[in-house]
């Protein structure tokens, strides 16, 4: 019995053996197996497609949406058209002409990175007020004279359109500085008179110069980190001269890949000193307080 059953095993076996149909089923070629993808494991699967971490080291893009709130103090003369030497009253425009010293606005600043160290920054300034007093003291304001009781408008405009370059000659997995060259377009216009009458003259300045640059960031840890940059120039030339500094710094919370909140400080000087013949004035600008930023990176 046991016998008969291995040999009806044994037929079977056989006839399984003769009616594959091997020569239909595809063969993988070496070349194929070379060419396959890898087969992704587990633990692949869940590791992150980079390691690095968001911060300002390693956005390639940001903007930034910025409530200033600044204390301002405004030296200001506009002299006689063709004065030989300042004949102008030298104002200081908080106190003498009612304009704000403290300012609230929105500010708006864009970084792209080109490359791994190359940094381009746009950025947008405007101070814009008015101002209207009974002149407690006689005034010359350009070609008018003002005396002491006289209702006197002003107007005072500020505004410069910034162009930074920056190369970054240390960068690391968390920190990166650079130096570069800043452009800036300005438009100053100061105007002043006695309402209803034409007793008004106005002093106007418009160009483009250019600062020395400095920038730097520093992550602390995985959402906190702070940023530093620099702006200045200094020039003295025969026809006049002036400086120009704007620093910011700030530390930023980076609540979302994509999306930060901070806090930061800024300081904007302008000292300008025209002794052009047509249009001589003196105009000293300082404005500095805190910032509230919303930054979105990517």
Same mark, same amino acid.
């Given at each position: 019995m046991r016998l008969g059953l291995v040999i009806l095993l044994s037929f079977l076996m056989t006839g399984c053996a003769l009616w594959r149909k091997d020569k239909e089923e595809k063969v993988e070629t070496r070349a194929e197996r070379e060419q396959a993808e890898a087969v992704l494991k587990p633990s692949e699967a869940l590791k992150p497609e980079t390691d690095t971490i968001a911060s300002p080291v390693s956005d390639r893009f940001y903007v930034r949406l910025t409530a200033f709130q600044g204390d301002v103090a405004t030296e200001m003369r506009v002299d006689s058209t063709n004065a030989t030497v300042p004949d102008g009253t030298l104002l200081f425009a908080e106190e003498d002409l009612g304009l704000d010293d403290v300012v609230e606005q929105a500010r708006i600043e864009f970084d792209v990175r080109m490359g791994e160290r190359n940094h381009v920054r746009i950025d947008y300034f405007k101070l814009n007020r008015f101002g209207q007093v009974e002149l407690p003291n006689a005034i010359s304001f350009g070609d008018f004279d003002f005396d002491p009781g006289d209702t006197f408008r002003s107007k005072l405009d500020w505004r410069a359109l910034s162009l930074t370059y920056t190369y970054s000659l240390f960068r690391a997995e968390r920190f990166e500085a650079g130096l570069g060259l800043g452009l800036h377009i300005y438009e100053m216009h100061a105007e002043g008179g006695e309402p209803g009458t034409l007793n008004r003259?106005?002093?106007?300045?418009?160009?483009? #110069?250019?600062?020395?640059?400095?920038?730097?960031? #520093? /992550?602390?840890?995985? /959402?906190?980190?702070?940023?530093a940059r620099y702006n200045a120039l200094k020039v003295d030339v025969d026809e006049g001269g002036g400086t120009y500094v704007d620093a910011h710094a700030d530390i930023q919370y980076r609540w979302r890949k994509n999306m930060v909140v901070g806090l930061g400080y800024s300081n904007i000087n302008i *000292?300008? *000193?025209?002794?052009?013949? *047509?249009?001589?004035? #003196? #105009?000293?600008?300082?404005?500095?307080?805190p910032e509230l930023f919303f930054r979105a990176s990517f």
């Open positions: 003259d106005r002093g106007e300045e418009a160009g483009v #110069f250019p600062t020395g640059a400095l920038n730097a960031a #520093f /992550r602390i840890s995985k /959402r906190w980190a702070v940023t *000292d300008l *000193d025209l002794d052009e013949v *047509d249009e001589p004035l #003196f #105009f000293n600008l300082d404005t500095k307080g």
